[in-house]
């Protein structure tokens, strides 16, 4: 199957294109640098497209020949909404890999949009937010009348990409988020702190503004949704504070400084990493009655997660015939899609 990677050129994208050799497909990968998508077409023998998103026009026209477009080009913030916007003129599947709430928020605002073009809108293919997603709707189908939802993550060994870095540094000295009654309200990152049992540890974890507060609540409809990651104790504390700090890490100074060091340092985990580290999922579901339904997830490491699940959607979507419209991964594929990914165990 032929099917469009745009962004091949970042950590991720090029995991993606990685596997997806492996597995004998045939992507054209894509970005707007020549010099960095070139050596990669080269050394998989795959064809390339050279294009920006500053014209509308030219992403149609780049984008009309293929069925579905997967988006590695992170910030999401900077890169969705030109992408979607060309898929609905040109027909487009769009896929993509972000975690960002603002991005699943806007993507679903073009629902009725995609469902009069006949194409799917699917953002957050990857560990953001398969797994949880997943594990939302599993608790969801235990207690069907649940309206408070908790989810959370931990990883094992692995390290993180200079992307997805870089998507952090975008939101320094904003909020968090959580779900109440219904609607998205803003909440300090930290302001809820406690250990976890993840199954295999035990684990300390932070609330935070993880895609799930938007997409869990289009999967299971669960009117009040928190997030958690694992964190040190130290880094909790320090979020107590943050209040002090905002205004500082807002600055362009600042991050441009954090930018110059990310740019220099931050790599992505190495193979061997990806290989041996695992994630731990959480998740907890209550109703009105005080009644609750926990669920453990154990998957392999974020990035090599990723690339399974984008790539496992990707075919799932392409062979869809009637699908459209705004969609979550568990939404349109059950949570039994997290158990297609080998090395992914369920810990009830």
């Not at 050279?50 to 020949?65: S, Y």
């Not at 679903?108 to 006949?118: I, Q, R, V």
């Not at 990707?314 to 297609?340: D, H």
Request: net charge positive.
């Amino acid at each position: 199957m032929s099917f469009l990677i745009y962004g091949a050129s970042g950590f991720t994208g090029a995991l993606i294109v990685n596997l997806a050799v492996k597995k004998g497909l045939k992507p054209v990968i894509a970005g707007r640098n020549e010099s960095k998508i070139k050596p990669i077409a080269e050394k998989y023998g795959l064809d390339y497209l050279v294009f920006g998103l500053d014209n509308k026009a030219e992403i149609i026209k780049n984008l009309e020949k293929f069925s579905l477009v997967l988006n590695c080009a992170g910030p999401f913030t900077r890169t969705a909404k030109q992408l979607v916007e060309a898929c609905l003129v040109a027909k487009t599947h769009y896929l993509d890999i972000t975690g960002e709430i603002e991005v699943f928020e806007l993507v679903k605002s073009y629902h009725k949009k995609a469902l009069e073009s006949k194409i799917v809108l699917m953002p957050g293919v990857g560990f953001d937010v398969v797994p949880t997603d997943c594990m939302a709707d599993y608790l969801h189908t235990q207690l069907p009348d649940a309206t408070h939802l908790e989810l959370a993550f931990t990883n094992l060994g692995g390290s993180i990409s200079h992307g997805t870095m870089t998507t952090m540094l975008e939101g320094l000295g904003n909020t968090g988020a959580a779900r109440e009654n219904g609607k998205i309200v803003p909440k300090p990152i930290g302001a809820k702190g406690k250990m976890i049992d993840f199954g295999k540890l035990t684990h300390f974890a932070m609330t935070i503004p993880w895609g799930d507060v938007s997409t869990a609540h289009h999967t299971t409809g669960i009117p009040n949704i928190e997030t958690y990651a694992g964190a040190p104790k130290s880094a909790y504390f320090f979020m107590k504070l943050q209040f002090l700090f905002n205004p500082l890490l807002r600055s362009r100074f600042i991050k441009k400084q954090l930018q110059n060091y990310v740019d220099k340092k931050i790599t992505g985990p190495s193979e061997s990493q990806s290989q041996k580290g695992k994630s731990f999922i959480w998740g907890k579901v209550t109703n009105a009655e005080g009644k609750t339904v926990e669920a453990r997830l154990t998957t392999p490491e974020g990035y090599k997660l990723t690339a399974e699940a984008s790539l496992l959607i990707t075919k799932k979507v392409m062979e869809s015939k009637s699908a459209a419209g705004y969609q979550t991964p568990a939404g349109m594929f059950g949570y039994a899609l997290i158990s297609e990914i080998s090395g992914t165990q369920w810990n009830q």
